[in-house]
């Protein structure tokens, strides 16, 4: 009896086209390219994505730890810079030296950034002034957001990085901000029904809620193409060039 490989024999792997639009993208790239002509060679892409969960788990004992002082905000926006450091690295330098082993590097990358991202939201949750449920929501939008572009790129063979000209990157800005609000501002509430919220909960709940509705919208204009797409005799290869928001 033949037996039945988990993973099938490797393929050419399929050309992948990334949609990168977002604000800081040229910038950012250009930062990285640099850096990988200077990085030492002991420094490998597996190594910077270790590092990158190590910035996520510094990250969240600086949030943890805000409930004895809000000085432990600077800690937890230095895990943050490791972690964009570790993480939008590793790729980029595997493919600089030619090293990059595409179906490897892809699921270990994302899985790493999915346990990478629900620690840092954890820790924003334990922080003094940010409510656990309203973190873990916001997290909640930015997974369907990325069960879509992990599904578009599978019908598309485009890899979507941006929407509304923001990426990873401006929403690690973003975090690093309300870092500084949190720490300057220190706290205060705001009674909503028998509730209360701070006004960086009422943040992550409105980022929450973009992301869920770019989700929603995405999906039932993709899956709309779709639709009339394989009722065609033509059956065309793809769904377009053209990404959405």
């Known amino acids: 009896m033949q037996r039945v490989a988990l993973v099938q024999d490797a393929q050419p792997a399929p050309r992948?086209?990334?949609?990168?639009?977002?604000?800081?993208?040229?910038?950012?790239?250009?930062f990285l390219d640099w850096l990988c002509l200077h990085m030492p060679l002991a420094?490998?892409?597996?190594?910077?994505?270790?590092?990158?969960?190590?910035?996520?788990?510094?990250?969240?004992?600086?949030?943890?730890?805000t409930r004895l002082h809000p000085a432990f905000f600077w800690l937890a926006t230095l895990g943050i810079v490791i972690?964009?450091?570790?993480?939008?690295?590793?790729?980029s330098l595997a493919r600089h030296r030619?090293?990059?082993r595409p179906r490897y590097g892809y699921f270990l990358d994302h899985s790493v950034?999915?346990?990478?991202?629900?620690?840092?939201?954890?820790?924003?949750?334990?922080?003094?002034?940010?409510?656990?449920?309203?973190?873990?929501?916001?997290?909640?939008?930015?997974?369907?957001?990325?069960?879509?572009?992990?599904?578009?790129?599978?019908?598309?063979?485009?890899f979507q990085l941006?929407?509304?000209a923001l990426g990873p990157t401006e929403l690690r800005v973003g975090l690093v901000g309300i870092n500084c609000w949190?720490?300057?501002?220190?706290?205060?509430?705001?009674?909503?029904?028998?509730?209360?919220?701070?006004?960086?909960?009422?943040?992550?709940?409105?980022a929450g809620i973009v992301f869920i509705c770019l989700f929603a919208v995405n999906v039932f204009n993709v899956a709309g193409k779709l639709r009339l797409?394989?009722?065609?005799?033509?059956?065309?290869?793809?769904?377009?060039n053209r990404p959405y928001l």
């Open 43 to 65: 420094v490998t892409p597996d190594r910077l994505t270790g590092l990158g969960a190590g910035g996520a788990a510094l990250a969240f004992a600086g949030y943890a730890t």
């Open 83 to 91: 972690h964009w450091f570790g993480d939008s690295l590793d790729g």
């Open 113 to 158: 950034d999915a346990l990478c991202n629900l620690t840092i939201m954890t820790g924003a949750g334990l922080s003094v002034y940010i409510r656990l449920d309203v973190a873990l929501f916001a997290l909640l939008g930015y997974f369907m957001l990325c069960m879509y572009v992990f599904l578009y790129n599978q019908v598309s063979q485009r």
């Open 162 to 164: 941006s929407f509304l």
């Open 182 to 206: 949190m720490y300057f501002a220190g706290d205060s509430k705001i009674a909503i029904g028998r509730e209360a919220f701070s006004p960086y909960d009422l943040v992550l709940c409105g």
């Open 229 to 240: 797409e394989d009722a065609s005799p033509s059956r065309p290869a793809g769904i377009g």
């Open 98 to 100: 030619r090293i990059d």
């Open 16 to 30: 992948i086209s990334r949609v990168q639009d977002n604000i800081l993208a040229r910038r950012e790239r250009d």
